[in-house]
């Protein structure tokens, strides 16, 4: 409440509703004179502030200490004295997922591997796919095949001769000099079919509509070949892309992970016909705020050990993975209220669907991270 003077008219100014003392009973906003001074504007600003780190704290300490009890106050309708948890979850999670992406460690981009890259280190690349191919070409083989492999030693040398004559050609080269190479006695050699989308598009278009690869196939295709190009097929390069992509798609994994948590718990307790599906959220929605916080007192003791220069023992991390499943087996303890052998029961076989239902989470959005570069 603010100390402004009140308004003697009735009227709402927000709504238009006749105001039944100092708060509209409607919307909610405090009957005030509109004017206010900037000191008016600071303090109020300030009381918000404070307002919000003293429910914080004070839900944080039940969140942590007595797992299940928010959930339960929630229930029973004991609301304004704890932040809301849908407030919780956003307070919580953008700053653990700050620290997260602010302590992984300063490597070198994706993209910096191209300058990393040298003629001689191309030219080495392609010598030694030459020397394979003259390891495999053999007498028995069809002319048609040896041909072939005569064919493409000849354009590597002659790739070795321009990288010589230019080295800034290199770069234009090096797809060629990272390809995979096939050896096939019957039909010679199969490197990377389609250079470019271009060339896989237009040997699509020639081909019977009924021979034409499907959708999905067509997809895959295409967005191979582009990252290819755009990373110089380089495997680890395109690896480390996708990964550093899903690391920051986390979040949202994580987001939609939560109503699917939820549902596996109103299927556990199905039979608790007072737990409806909001309130399974709600629990949930806490238990993924207490991770987040475990999780992050994980991260800033291995970034102590890595201040001190001294390596973190295993046991450290050990005791924070037994935390987590220790606070799940006791909010599930405290909130549904069923006996120890029920809730191991049920815990276990949480963890168990949970597994499978995270890795095809996982699995999912490392797919939409790979298509999505």
Not at 291 to 316: M, R
Request: hydrophobic content about 45%; aromatic content about 16%; charged content about 20%.
């Amino acid at each position: 409440m603010s100390h402004l003077k009140e308004r003697k008219e009735k009227d709402c100014l927000n709504c238009g509703a006749i105001v039944e003392g100092r708060f509209c009973q409607v919307c909610g906003q405090e009957n005030i004179e509109p004017k206010e001074s900037f000191w008016h504007l600071v303090t109020h600003f300030m009381y918000d502030v404070t307002h919000f780190d003293g429910k914080f704290f004070s839900t944080l300490k039940y969140l942590l200490f007595k797992p299940g009890y928010l959930s339960h106050e929630y229930l029973r309708g004991r609301r304004a004295s704890y932040l809301h948890p849908i407030r919780m979850y956003v307070f919580t999670s953008a700053f653990f997922f700050l620290c997260f992406f602010s302590l992984q460690k300063n490597e070198d981009t994706v993209e910096d591997v191209k300058a990393h890259v040298t003629a001689a280190s191309v030219i080495k690349k392609l010598e030694d796919k030459k020397e394979l191919l003259k390891e495999n070409l053999e007498d028995s083989m069809p002319d048609l095949a040896r041909n072939l492999i005569n064919k493409q030693i000849a354009q590597y040398d002659s790739n070795i001769a321009l990288i010589k004559r230019d080295s800034t050609t290199k770069d234009s080269i090096r797809l060629y000099a990272n390809s995979a190479i096939k050896i096939n006695a019957s039909s010679g050699i199969n490197e990377v079919k389609y250079k470019t989308i271009g060339e896989y598009d237009s040997a699509q278009n020639k081909l019977p509509v009924s021979k034409r690869d499907n959708f999905l196939k067509r997809k895959l295709a295409r967005q191979n070949i582009h990252l290819r190009q755009k990373y110089h097929a380089d495997n680890k390069a395109i690896i480390k892309a996708i990964f550093e992509k899903f690391l920051h798609m986390l979040p949202q994994t994580l987001f939609v992970s939560l109503p699917l948590f939820a549902f596996i718990l109103q299927l556990l307790y199905i039979r608790r016909k007072q737990f409806y599906y909001v309130n399974h959220v709600v629990h949930t929605i806490h238990l993924y705020c207490a991770t987040f916080i475990i999780i992050l007192f994980s991260l800033l003791t291995g970034l102590l050990f890595d201040q001190i220069h001294v390596e973190e023992p295993g046991w450290v991390s050990g005791i924070f993975v037994l935390l987590i499943f220790f606070y799940l087996y006791k909010t599930l303890r405290n909130f549904y209220d069923q006996s120890r052998g029920k809730t191991i029961a049920k815990f276990l076989l949480l963890l168990f669907i949970s597994l499978f239902v995270m890795i095809f989470l996982f699995s999912l959005f490392f797919f939409f991270s790979a298509m999505s570069i």
